[in-house]
């Protein structure tokens, strides 16, 4: 017989409500005005480790598009002259499914005008602290440069080493250098996550900054390094909680960025996606110095209920049906 209960139980959904009737109030003390924005597009990210869900509809002859976050719409609010915004969206994406994924799931996101990297950053960890209850949070993390991350624990510089060294480290075997081949960030994701991640402790933020440019298509150079991105990311031990950065404010450099991804799709045998020129007129027209982030709901909640399993802090995890 088939299943038809809920994945977790309404204490976890009491818990869940109290995370985000936190953020609210975190954010209403802070001046932010929530927005909604349209989940359905007929345009998608061009990001070569993120796939959208497509959607077949009467009312276009061109697939439509789930979008796998409300960026570019919020984007596109702010240069129409909104002020501080934030977001709480269920997102989608297509072939994540595990511990720490599902195609569905929520993103808190918001942008502050005028912010630099170190506000946004500061800004991420009052946001985390204030979500699960823990002032302290906030006060005790450690901060690191990309670059000095790898340097510092796998003796290497991401920017200048070469690809088999990069092998090398993560002790790849032969299918699996076949498999990456020459694609640095491939090679830079996955020493990050089986090297580096795993020294980070459990019971604090720590937040990497700075990472490559190549690795960054949607944030602004760093000011004094032209080779790094204004791009951060949160995490609790192993565990990602927030990606953000300052935003890109150039049109034509995000237009050749997203061609970049276009390009490296190809390469990849992944579908090219068509582009959102909506969000590249509005980086052209009036779009404002800003800094925003992306904060995932259910890792919030697993950190605050001490499980490694998504599916404990969800009602429905992802279900097939076998009809």
Request: one cysteine or more; aromatic letters at 8%.
């Amino acid at each position: 017989m088939t299943n038809w209960r809920p994945s977790s139980g309404p204490d976890a959904a009491m818990r869940r409500a109290a995370i985000l009737r936190r953020l609210r109030e975190y954010f209403d003390s802070t001046a932010l005005l929530e927005v909604d924005t349209p989940a359905l597009s007929p345009a998608a990210v061009s990001d070569v480790h993120i796939e959208s869900l497509e959607v077949k509809s009467n009312l276009s002859s061109k697939p439509l598009y789930l979008h796998t976050s409300p960026e570019f719409c919020m984007k596109r609010l702010l240069a129409a002259g909104y002020p501080d915004i934030y977001s709480i969206a269920r997102v989608f994406r297509d072939g994540e499914v595990g511990r720490h994924h599902q195609p569905e799931f929520t993103i808190v996101e918001w942008y502050r005008l005028g912010f630099e990297l170190l506000d946004i950053i500061n800004d991420a960890l009052q946001a985390i602290a204030v979500a699960l209850n823990n002032p302290q949070l906030a006060n005790d993390v450690v901060i690191v440069n990309y670059r000095d991350a790898f340097l510092d624990i796998c003796e290497l510089d991401p920017g200048n080493s070469s690809i088999e060294a990069l092998a090398d480290v993560a002790e790849a075997d032969d299918p699996l250098r076949a498999t990456l081949g020459n694609e640095r960030s491939d090679w830079l994701d996955l020493i990050l996550t089986m090297k580096i991640l795993p020294t980070f402790a459990a019971n604090k933020l720590t937040v990497i900054q700075h990472y490559p440019i190549a690795q960054a298509a949607l944030a602004r150079e760093c000011p004094g390094d032209a080779s790094v991105a204004d791009r951060f990311e949160v995490f609790m031990g192993t565990m990602e909680l927030a990606n953000g950065y300052v935003e890109l404010s150039d049109g034509e450099i995000q237009t050749d960025r997203i061609a970049a991804d276009q390009a490296n799709r190809e390469n990849r045998g992944l579908q090219r996606r068509p582009i959102d020129d909506k969000l590249i007129t509005a980086l052209n027209s009036a779009f404002p110095a800003c800094a925003g982030v992306a904060m995932g709901l259910e890792r919030l909640q697993m950190v605050q209920d001490n499980t490694d399993d998504i599916s404990d802090v969800i009602t429905f995890a992802f279900e097939v049906s076998n009809d």
